[in-house]
T-cell receptor
Framework: GQQLNQSPQSMFIQEGEDVSMNCTSSSIFNTWLWYKQDPGEGPVLLIALYKAGELTSNGRLTAQFGITRKDSFLNISASIPSDVGIYFCAGITGNQFYFGTGTSLTVIP | NAGVTQTPKFQVLKTGQSMTLQCAQDMNHEYMSWYRQDPGMGLRLIHYSVGAGITDQGEVPNGYNVSRSTTEDFPLRLLSAAPSQTSVYFC?????????FGQGTRLTVV
């Protein structure tokens, strides 16, 4: 299957700090998505990106679709305790979703 | 709005036992899928279905069966559980580019 490499694997940050994570692939995707999974829950969509170079914001979250279509970035500004969870990138090709390995975020108050 | 409903939420099986994980969605989505989530591995696709009567294998299908007799339901069957199938299982339905996930089933095989 498609391999999506997500980094970092985990992050421990102080409340108020900014966070950056990224996802890279050896394959081109037409759509990139970012999901957040709260403990004990299923992933929930945060941001969808549909065009190479696209930069999209959702509140304190900003994501970019890489120019090469093989990568994507997610930034969280001014982190708060409820940002804790696992963040997944996903690329779509055809009818299939391919997920990254996840970034576990811990926010220390 | 129920969305995607998975049952049970937790299950413990003995090696060799069989069971069915249930998944139902009320959004009339044609596409449904099953994933397993393991530490450091992300979400890996087990089986998927693009509509009633149509199923196909994903990345890690061995040891699992699926069927899709209705648009709403997409059960996942473990024929003979093995410890390697200890995982968290997520069902998802998809419309366009958005996937909606159930709350997950945490399965332990001892």
């Amino acid at each position: 299957g498609q391999q999506l490499n997500q980094s970092p694997q985990s992050m421990f940050i102080q409340e108020g700090e900014d966070v950056s994570m990224n996802c890279t692939s050896s394959s081109i995707f037409n759509t990139w998505l970012w999901y957040k999974q709260d403990p004990g829950e299923g992933p929930v969509l945060l941001i969808a990106l549909y065009k190479a170079g696209e930069l999209t914001s959702n509140g304190r979250l900003t994501a970019q679709f890489g120019i090469t279509r093989k990568d994507s970035f997610l930034n969280i500004s001014a982190s708060i305790p409820s940002d804790v969870g696992i963040y997944f990138c996903a690329g779509i090709t055809g009818n299939q979703f391919y997920f990254g390995t996840g970034t576990s975020l811990t926010v220390i108050p | 709005n129920a969305g995607v409903t998975q049952t049970p939420k937790f299950q413990v099986l003995k090696t060799g036992q069989s069971m069915t994980l249930q998944c139902a969605q009320d959004m009339n989505h044609e596409y449904m899928s099953w994933y397993r989530q393991d530490p450091g591995m992300g979400l890996r696709l087990i089986h998927y279905s693009v509509g009633a009567g149509i199923t196909d294998q994903g990345e890690v299908p061995n040891g699992y069966n699926v069927s899709r007799s209705t648009t709403e339901d997409f059960p996942l069957r473990l024929l003979s559980a093995a410890p390697s199938q200890t995982s968290v299982y997520f069902c998802a339905s998809k419309k366009g580019t958005e996937a909606f996930f159930g709350q997950g089933t945490r399965l332990t095989v001892v």
